[in-house]
């Protein structure tokens, strides 16, 4: 009689421990982390702006969510709620990527003698620095992405300000996937850099 109340007991504790590592075997497999970076245009552009001297391309500021790693997005129906994805980052914090970014484009366009970054402790003739307000995708009715930028130049001898503006562009993305997202980040800040040379025109 006892041993089959042991039996009972055994039977009644043994059982939920192996359900429980049926259900752990049978658990989806957690997903790969994703990498991202920018596919800026390769082709070197002329351009009509020219510096006459060094240009020095400053970390950009970037607040809060904004420097994070995780790739942030919004959806069209809840516009005000700032979400980030779990397996899906940025190669850099976007304060370095898009420095890197605006450095490389202007030496492609060969917008000044010389392009370089702090890290080389080179004394600049021209400062240029910027703020990240939006870097984000957007998805729902109508997929696509916003990145906002403010962006300056200062005379780094005079220390004068030579120009100082916000660019905000909304590009349309293929489907809602991070790598369509990316793709419009990309051509987006193409775009914002092209204004913001674009408006040095007659400046410098």
Same mark, same amino acid.
């Given at each position: 009689m006892v041993k089959q109340i042991f039996k009972k007991l055994s039977r009644g504790f043994l059982a939920p421990g192996l359900v429980g590592m049926l259900s752990a075997c049978s658990q989806a497999p957690v997903p790969d982390d994703h990498y991202y970076r920018l596919? #800026?245009?390769? %082709? %070197?552009?002329? &351009? &009509?702006?020219?510096?006459? @001297?060094?240009?020095?391309?400053e970390r950009l500021i970037a607040d @809060? +969510?904004?420097? %994070?790693?995780?790739?942030l997005f919004t959806s069209? &129906?809840?516009?005000?709620?700032?979400?980030?994805y779990?397996?899906?980052?940025?190669?850099?914090?976007?304060?370095?990527? *898009?420095?890197? $970014? *605006? $450095?490389?484009? *202007?030496? #492609?366009?060969n917008a000044a003698k010389s392009i370089v970054t702090p890290n080389l402790r080179i004394e600049p003739d021209f400062i240029l620095a910027g703020k990240i307000f939006r870097f984000e995708?957007?998805?729902g009715q109508e997929n696509?992405?916003?990145?906002? +930028?403010? #962006?300056?130049?200062?005379?780094?001898?005079?220390?004068? +300000?030579?120009?100082l503006n916000t660019y905000t562009v909304e590009t349309p993305s293929r489907?809602? %996937?991070?790598?369509a997202?990316?793709? $419009?980040?990309?051509? @987006?800040?193409?775009?914002i850099i092209g204004a913001f040379l674009s408006d040095l025109r007659g400046k410098v």
């Open positions: 596919n #800026l245009s390769s %082709s %070197s552009k002329a &351009t &009509t702006v020219k510096l006459d @001297g060094i240009v020095e391309v @809060g +969510l904004l420097d %994070s790693r995780p790739i069209s &129906t809840k516009s005000s709620e700032i979400q980030s779990h397996y899906h980052f940025w190669s850099q914090p976007p304060s370095i990527m *898009l420095q890197n $970014a *605006l $450095a490389a484009q *202007l030496q #492609l366009s995708q957007i998805t696509k992405v916003v990145v906002s +930028l403010e #962006l300056s130049l200062k005379n780094a001898k005079l220390d004068q +300000l030579i120009h489907n809602a %996937s991070v790598t997202a990316v793709q $419009a980040f990309s051509t @987006g800040i193409n775009q």
